[in-house]
């Protein structure tokens, strides 16, 4: 499981490279434009030589069309042969441990050794919409935003034990006596067989996502792969994988910590449309931030917009993080944020408002680092 997790280095670049996919939806586009860039997409980071391809939940979002990621990922399964397939992440306080075990369990099925499980512990959407998805917290979460309360209840403070409890689904081994001794996530772990021939139980690696310190130690204890959402949550970077590596214990799944970063970055042809491209995607985080979520912004919808001198300043201080500009200055900024972290794994997301802008940076991100032709 060590030798699916740690990615092979291609062409120049100094570590793995990866895919984030958040399936963007572009004003004037559809959900399924967006799905149909994802498939353009997969195959080109395959072809392309990029190691992994991670989709992430995320709910009551216009502009992203990801809610479903075990969904999207079979989709993809059906239109790729050998890149890694993942979520980046499944938001497991919404789900039943049961149902996750299931859906990843159907997934390792269809194809064996390229699914990734990345797990997170935040909703992955606000107060209502969570409660709307766990119906058993509806009634305080709607008094709550009612009385425009603190937000509810995340479900996040028994993560441990419901990691613990996927964990034991995914490979069938509740001990005697415990409840669900009986029962079975179907299908359950593949049998793998080794270069020697012998067949063992295999299933998907489990990997912890996180923006702060609390999964960043838990990974590290439980020594399982962790990934930091450095797209949006730069500032804690560096102390949650000093945490992380601090943190971490030998496990059956890892030696020593491997830490995956998720960075945003859009490479154009020329600079100045890099800027366009990504003012609209911060145009489209304003909205989102000050409850008006809705589809990304054309890049002349947000040059035309008026920005608060508020908005300005979170514009700016939120593309500081997004690594932009030619090929070669997108490389210059991912190399620098290598060194500066130490991430074992660079995964890029690059929103833009059409599909066909985000294809054509990865196209150029692999070009710059001299990644396999396609």
């Not at 009634?139 to 964990?167: K, M």
């Amino acid at each position: 499981m060590a030798d699916e997790i740690r990615g092979e280095v291609r062409g120049s670049a100094p570590v793995p490279l990866s895919v984030l996919d958040l399936v963007t939806v572009g004003a004037g586009r559809t959900a399924t434009d967006a799905l149909r860039t994802s498939v353009t997409l997969s195959r080109l980071a395959e072809n392309r030589g990029y190691h992994r391809y991670w989709v992430a939940e995320h709910h009551s979002m216009p502009g992203v069309a990801s809610s479903s990621p075990a969904v999207i990922l079979a989709h993809l399964a059906a239109h790729t042969e050998r890149i890694r397939l993942g979520s980046g992440g499944v938001m497991l306080p919404n789900h039943a441990p049961l149902v996750i075990a299931e859906q990843f369990g159907t997934l390792e099925a269809m194809a064996p050794g390229r699914i990734d499980l990345g797990l997170g512990r935040a909703p992955g959407t606000d107060g209502a919409t969570a409660a709307a998805l766990r119906r058993t917290e509806l009634p305080q979460a709607l008094g709550s935003a009612r009385a425009g309360g603190t937000p509810i209840h995340s479900g996040a403070d028994d993560f441990p034990q419901q990691l613990a409890e996927l964990v034991r689904f995914l490979d069938d081994d509740f001990p005697d006596g415990h409840p669900y001794r009986r029962v079975h996530a179907v299908p359950g772990p593949v049998q793998a067989t080794s270069p020697g021939g012998v067949q063992s139980p295999h299933r998907p690696p489990v990997w912890l996502l996180g923006s702060s310190g609390f999964s960043a130690r838990l990974a590290g204890m439980l020594g399982l792969p962790f990934a930091f959402a450095h797209h949006f949550s730069a500032q804690n970077t560096i102390p949650a994988l000093d945490l992380y590596r601090e943190s971490f214990r030998p496990s059956a799944v890892l030696d020593e910590p491997y830490a995956l970063i998720g960075v945003a970055a859009l490479a154009a042809d020329e600079e100045r449309e890099a800027r366009r491209q990504v003012l609209a995607a911060a145009l489209n985080m304003v909205r989102l931030r000050t409850g008006r979520p809705g589809l990304v912004p054309t890049p002349e919808e947000a040059e035309a917009y008026d920005f608060s001198p508020m908005e300005r300043e979170f514009v700016t201080s939120w593309n500081a993080n997004v690594v932009h500009g030619t090929p070669d200055e997108v490389r210059a900024g991912l190399d620098d944020l290598h060194k500066r972290t130490g991430a074992d794994e660079l995964m890029i997301t690059s929103n833009a408002h059409s599909g066909e802008v985000r294809v054509r940076s990865y196209e150029l991100i692999a070009d710059a680092y001299g990644l396999p032709a396609s």
